[in-house]
């Protein structure tokens, strides 16, 4: 025992030992724990908005009250303009900094001095296309009441900027400084603001990728594919926005003759140490991230119904702009009033707005109501080059290359030095993008062909062309890279009267080009197209055209007095949904690549059966943004009941679909089975084929496989890479990839299939959301929401065909406006108000947008004052 007592007694003291060094160890995270969460909070939290009680800041004139509802929806009241717009720079980024700032480094091609060099190449890029500089110039042009405006907007802004620094302003400051200590904060400018109009543009940019992918197969795909899987629009079976054009006088048209676009040029430690910003795999792609992807679901339904149709006698009207999805939302909901209106101080008007531009974009004042669309005109050229070193062929001559040198910082990095080269058309593109490259490796430029749905074929440059010396380069032709006046024109539209202001302004809204609605209180309805639309030569943009032939330039702009007007129309609805404007017989072509107007059609058909039903409310309105009705989802379903020899599971698939609605509900099992369907027929038809087919544009897919249903032995129904002949042995196949698929990802239960997880949108980040570092995710991304819908429906919840099922583009926000009583309306957006992560406001509207529910719209003063749960008073300092 004696000798057995040390060994058990130094066990014991090991064991006491090792205890006391767990215990201390876990008390010891315990309190980092602890601290790091308290740590966390307060670095979160003092970011947030003071909301309420009263701050004096340098630079007002008189004070400002700033109300908020329970949502934190803001209105901003004020003596006189300049503090109106003042407060609205400070409020947007009291909630939205981070999101302002990161917004004018990408406008800027500026990414880089935030992310480091993985974003210098998106940098490059953008930075070739100039936007910022372009925007100083619309700036220097504004009058001197506009440029006002900006001006007390950016002071606003530095208000905020002066009193907060770093994680201060916003918590993303902190995360960005553990690999970038150095950055610090600049003061906004006006440009700032105009810029970031440039950037939508881009987001709504139209047909260059289609352009450019039809120039790219060309080389190896036929004619007649290409036409097929690239159809004209349906005028036959869908509408279009104006069927008759009605003629309106002079009066606030604002542009009486055509102007000459010419051939003028454009416009000259250890955490640390793991956080990956996202590098994407292509040059386009990376622009995409940061600014959203023009593919799938990007778009927009707006429509107004007149008083002659609804129950109150007096107009509604419904918006709902289709966006890719981002966190937060690209929206930011308040209101501007001056406290006494008058043409000094002429704002009354609420709705949606851009954090980082003043103005409201989307709503109504006091007298009328407007919503946009994407206009799909085509705006866009990419023109082949013949580069010879520094000059390049045009008309059988040499003429110089434009050329202009840029620097790129790069956080942690030598600089990068960008030479820009720019032809009469636009600047070179080719040497940034990898498609764009292809295209001056194999060059293709459109020749007319009045058989083709596009008007034109590819072919090769002429062998004169070819023979010059030099070599092949792509150019882009774009109408955001010249000045503009769009910045100028949401005050008139905030400020319109009735339509013959509402006009004036649309004639000064050039880019991004938009579908204009309109109604007023005294029971107008109208419709604009507004827009710098290009009159071209010899081509139609179809394709890429030949650079070296002054004959394929821009001749000028379709004069603002001839394009299309609706007012008051015999309907009694319009119905915008960017499918085509006008018939082919209108004699300015605009574009070959509208959407194919199935949203359109089904919101014309809603309208028409409830019109004949009950006069229409602003609830049917509600219900109309929301339907979920799949056009291709009950195509399959007729199509597969006669599909011979289905295997057994297959037909256990199918068999849902025999009673389904053709709803895309989040809990439909049915809607999962067509939709994965739908995606297996899809890739199975276009794109897992020796030469791939592309797959964008479910719309155009929507028309080129309904065409094929009904032509059992169309060529693209026979698949040698898979062993498929045959309409119905391509659909069996598809509905037997479908069960498996469902049966792998939900079991194998059909009953328990649902859509809404399958087409789940998580929230994410735009910047931070895909750091490579789970904490920092979790922190600033939200979700999943299971989400109902689908692409080119009503509800347009798109999604990637062949990538996954997830949410990528939304309905960004839904509005609908009751002319009668203005705190009728209501609205919703995909987020909330606050930027800030852990904010009350952050994401709590995204629950009931999943759902289609929106929220009362107070706007006159006795609802906005019952509305209100803070007020904080701006106060003039010293």
């Known amino acids: 025992m004696s000798s057995a007592e040390p060994t058990v007694k130094p066990r014991r003291r090991v064991g006491r030992i090792i205890g006391r060094t767990v215990f201390g160890v876990i008390a010891g995270i315990a309190v980092l724990a602890t601290a790091a969460a308290l740590f966390l909070v307060w670095t979160v939290q003092r970011s947030f908005p003071q909301t309420s009680g009263a701050l004096e800041l340098k630079g007002l ?55 480091g060099a993985s974003q210098v190449a998106a940098d490059k890029f953008l930075r070739t296309m100039d936007w910022h500089g372009i925007a100083e110039k619309e700036v220097a042009a504004m009058d001197a009441t506009t440029r006002g405006y900006y001006e007390a907007y950016a002071d606003g802004v530095n208000a905020y900027i002066a009193d907060h620094k770093g994680a201060e302003a916003s918590f993303e400051y902190a995360v960005v400084g553990m690999t970038n200590s150095g950055y610090e904060i600049e003061k906004w400018t006006p440009a700032d603001s105009v810029a ?19 120039a790219l197969l060309a080389p190896t795909v036929d004619p007649a594919t290409i036409d097929e899987i690239y ?46 910003w996202t590098t994407a795999n292509s040059t386009l792609e990376a622009v995409q991230t940061l600014l959203g992807n023009p593919g799938e679901g990007i778009g927009s339904n707006s429509w107004v119904v007149s008083g002659s149709l609804t129950a109150t006698g007096k107009p509604l009207l419904a918006n709902d702009p289709h966006l890719g999805a981002a966190l937060p939302s690209v929206w930011y909901q308040m209101q501007l009033r001056c406290r006494t209106v008058s043409a000094a101080c002429p704002f009354d008007v609420g709705g949606f707005s851009f954090s980082g531009l003043p103005s409201i974009v989307i ?74 490259a292809a295209l001056a490796k194999t060059p293709i430029v459109g020749q007319p062909d009045a058989a083709s749905p596009g008007g034109e074929t590819g072919a090769a440059p002429d062998a004169a062309t070819d023979a010059l010396p030099g070599q092949y380069a792509v150019s882009l032709r774009w109408t955001a890279l010249e000045p503009g006046t769009t910045a100028s024109a949401v005050f008139g539209m905030n400020t319109a009267k009735d339509f013959t202001d509402f006009r004036r302004a649309a004639s000064q809204f050039d880019v991004p080009a938009q579908n204009l609605i309109y109604a ?33 330039d821009w001749t000028g702009w379709i004069p603002f007095d001839e394009l299309p007007v609706s007012y008051n129309p015999d309907e009694g609805y319009i119905v915008t949904a960017n499918n085509a404007i006008v018939p082919d017989s209108y004699p300015y072509f605009l574009s070959r690549d509208w959407d194919y107007g199935y949203r359109a059609a089904r919101i014309v058909e809603l309208l028409e059966r409830r019109a004949k039903q009950h006069p229409l409310t602003a609830q049917d309105m509600r219900d109309i943004q929301f339907d979920q009705q799949s056009w291709i989802g009950k195509r399959l379903a007729s199509a597969m009941q006669d599909v011979p020899g289905l295997d057994a599971d297959a037909a256990k698939g199918v068999a849902l679909l025999k009673a389904w609605d053709a709803q895309a509900t989040a809990d439909s099992p049915a809607a999962a089975f067509a939709s994965v369907l739908w995606q297996n027929l899809a890739i199975n038809v276009f794109a897992n084929r020796e030469h791939p087919l592309p797959m964008d544009g479910q719309g155009r ?81 939200r979700g999943p929401y299971p989400v109902g819908g689908g692409s080119s429906l009503v509800d347009a919840t798109g999604w990637v065909l062949g990538d996954s099922y997830a949410t990528t ?68 300092r010293g």
């Not at 009605?246 to 140490?273: I, L, N, P, R």
């Not at 898979?722 to 049966?743: C, N, P, T």
């Open 196 to 214: 970031w109009l440039k950037a939508m543009a881009w987001d709504l940019r139209g047909n260059v990728e289609d352009e450019t992918t039809r």
């Open 520 to 552: 007023d209180q005294k029971g107008n309805i109208g419709y604009q197209t507004p827009g710098r639309l290009p009159i071209r030569g010899a081509g139609n943009g179809y394709l890429p055209q030949p650079g070296w032939s002054s004959a394929s």
């Open 701 to 781: 897919l929507f028309t080129v496989i309904g065409s094929m249903l009904d032509e059992p032995d169309d060529p693209l129904w026979t698949n040698e890479k898979i062993g498929v002949s045959g309409r119905d042995a391509m659909l069996a196949l598809s509905a037997k990839q479908a069960y498996d698929e469902l049966v792998k990802e939900q079991g194998s239960d059909p009953a328990r299939w649902n859509w809404g997880d399958l087409h789940a949108i998580t929230l994410t980040h735009q910047t931070l959301g895909t750091s490579g570092i789970a904490p920092i995710e979790w922190m600033f991304n």
């Open 61 to 115: 004139q008189a004070p400002v009250s700033v109300q908020r509802d329970d949502r934190g929806i803001p209105t901003v009241v004020a003596d006189n303009a300049h503090d109106l717009f003042f407060a609205q720079g400070f409020v947007h980024a009291q909630d939205r900094f981070w999101e302002m700032d990161f917004r004018r480094h990408v406008t800027s091609g500026r990414v880089a001095e935030l992310f």
């Open 363 to 436: 709503g109504h004042n006091a007298d009328i109501a407007w919503g946009f669309t994407n206009l799909t005109t085509d705006v866009t050229d990419l023109y082949i080059e013949k580069v010879d070193g520094d000059s390049y062929w045009r008309d059988g001559a040499r003429v110089p290359l434009q050329t202009r040198t840029e620097t790129i910082k790069v956080a942690d990095a030598d600089d990068v030095t960008l030479t820009v080269r720019a032809t009469v058309h636009g600047p070179i593109m080719s040497g940034l993008a990898e498609d764009f």
């Open 809 to 876: 583009t939304v309905p960004s926000m839904r509005m609908v406006v009751d002319l009668s009583d203005f705190d009728a309306s209501t609205w919703n957006h995909l987020t909330g108000a606050s930027g800030h992560a852990f904010s009350p406001h952050y994401t709590d509207q995204a629950e009931n947008w999943s759902k289609g529910v929106q929220s009362p719209w107070a706007f006159s003063a006795k609802a906005v004052a019952a509305a209100t749960v803070d007020t904080l008073t701006l106060k003039p």
């Open 231 to 276: 159809p004209a629009y349906p005028f036959d079976s869908h509408p279009v926005i104006v069927p008759t054009i009605t003629g309106m006088d002079q009066g606030g048209s604002g542009a009486a003759s055509a102007t000459t676009a010419g051939a003028t040029a454009a416009s000259d430690e250890t955490t640390a140490a793991t956080v990956q």
